[in-house]
Structure formats: C-alpha cells, structure tokens
C-alpha cells in the first residue's frame, strides 16, 4: 500500500497524523455534482493504491451514505470516539449516519461547525493518505471553519460550464485563496453529453467555462467528467461508476482526475512529521 508522505498547509496548522493530506471538495453553488465528484474521486484515488477516506462535511444535505451504499450507524468502541464505516475500499463519515435519514438538522452556524470539529477529530480515521472532504456549497461558517482550524493540504473547485456555475465557482476559489487553501484545480463537471444511440455529443451546459477561470485565475482545470445517466444511477445505487463500471469512459475520466490531483499535490512543500521530524529538528 502507498504512502503518500505530509504536504504543507494554511497558516500555522499542521497536518494531521491519522489524515496526512486533507483535500477539500468545494463549489460556489449546489447542484453541480460536487458530491458525486467527492466520492468517485475518494474511490479513484484508493485505485491508486492509497489510504483514502471521505468525510461529508455537509451537516445539512448529507449525501455520502446514499452514495457509497452505507446504513446503519458507526461503532463507538469506547463511547467518545467513533469508527469510520467503509464502503469499496474507502473509510466514510456522515453526520447522515448518525441521525435517522429524514431528520433535518435545524442548526444555527456554530452548531454545524463544532459537529464538523467532532466528525473530522472524533472519527478513528486508519493513518489515512488522503482525506477527501466534501463542503456543503457556498461559502458560509462551515467553509470559515475549515480555513481557520482544519489543515488542509488543498482544495478542488467543481464547476459546469455555464456562465452561471463559473460565476459562483469564481467566489469560491477567491475564498480559498483568501483564507490561504491553495487551490489545486478546478474540476469541470457534466461538461459534455454523448447520445447513447447516435453518439452525438452536445454541450448541454455550454462549454468553455472551466477554461475561462483557468486563464483568469492561473488555476489548472485537472478534469472534464461527462453528463452520463449512468454516473447518476450507480450513485443512487450506492455502487459509484469508479467501482461499478471501472473500465467506462466516466470512470476513465475520475481516474485520470484524480491522477492530476495527485501530480499537483506532489509539486507543494513536503512536510516531515513524526520521528523524522523530531530528528530533523523540524
């Protein structure tokens, strides 16, 4: 199993030791498959040969469980702390697996936040490589709380082509930048739908977008997913089209995302935690 070593993060936080990398997974605004992105970018990044897990960081619209297929609740071995439940190779963990599915939570900001602090420092996370955190969208307390006490090695940006979606994905990556998350990429999703029948491929939701940002902010585009019904079906199914269809075009499309994440992960400052710190003096 690969051992994907510590990478600097914001301001004078420094990387946790049972999550070495958090990757936070965010957009401007709802509705464009941001958590879909999440999770099949998690499985595509453990078919890599790393320790991977996602948090859903969402404590209003969980969606995870649905999507990895997961119910029940956790364990608690010690009545404080709390195992990650695991779902195709990855650890996950929801606030949805803790309260029943149709309980809303009627919370105000800080309520939301100090859940957000408990599932990412209470959950059992495995000596993870990666944890992939996906944000409710926008950019509001759960976001603040992030930048201010989560060290975060770096954040991915999912955006549609149309002017609307980049209009709001452009607030979101100057809020990174802002709280000083270095944003790895944008991700650019339901960028093209091919006909099953004819093949013919249009862009339902313009094109152009992603790359559009990317000239203007200097912020790479790391992938174009496809609109498929089938990305959608196996997600409601609880089998995601990375495990599901491994070898589709969609999933081809995940793996060569997270690929991209991984090669701009590397280029950031390594950080030397542990024994080897200590002896380095670092």
């Not at 957009?27 to 970018?41: C, E, I, P, R, W």
């Not at 002017?163 to 709001?168: C, F």
Request: glycine share 12%.
């Amino acid at each position: 199993m690969s051992r994907l070593p510590s990478h600097a993060v914001q301001g004078e936080l420094k990387p946790l030791p049972h999550a070495r990398n958090v990757i936070a997974v965010g957009s401007g605004k709802g509705g464009v498959g941001k958590s879909t992105t999440a999770v099949n970018l998690a499985l595509a990044l453990a078919a890599e040969g790393l320790q991977v897990g996602v948090l859903d960081a969402d404590v209003y619209g969980p969606s995870i469980p649905t999507m990895l297929g997961l119910s029940g609740k956790p364990d608690s071995p010690d009545g404080k702390s709390i195992t990650p439940m695991r779902a195709h190779g990855i650890e996950a963990m929801s606030i949805g697996l803790l309260v029943g599915d149709d309980t809303p939570m009627i919370w105000r900001g800080p309520m939301a936040t100090q859940a957000l602090n408990q599932l990412l420092n209470d959950t059992r996370w495995d000596g993870l490589d990666i944890l992939v955190v996906d944000l409710p969208p926008g950019t509001g307390d759960i976001q603040l709380t992030m930048a201010q006490k989560i060290p975060v090695a770096g954040a991915v940006v999912v955006t549609t082509p149309q002017e609307v979606a980049t209009m709001d994905a452009r607030k979101a990556l100057k809020m990174f930048e802002k709280v000083e998350i270095p944003v790895l990429g944008l991700v650019e999703n339901m960028a093209a739908h091919a006909c099953s029948q004819c093949g013919h491929v249009e862009h339902i939701f313009g094109e152009g977008g992603a790359q559009w940002m990317s000239r203007q902010y200097g912020v790479p585009v790391l992938g174009s997913l496809p609109l498929e019904i089938g990305i959608r079906e196996q997600g409601d199914a609880g089998v995601p089209v990375v495990v599901a269809q491994p070898e589709s075009p969609a999933a081809r499309a995940y793996r060569d995302l997270a690929r991209a994440l991984l090669a701009r992960l590397a280029e950031r400052p390594k950080v030397r935690t542990g024994i080897m710190a200590s002896l380095l003096g670092s």
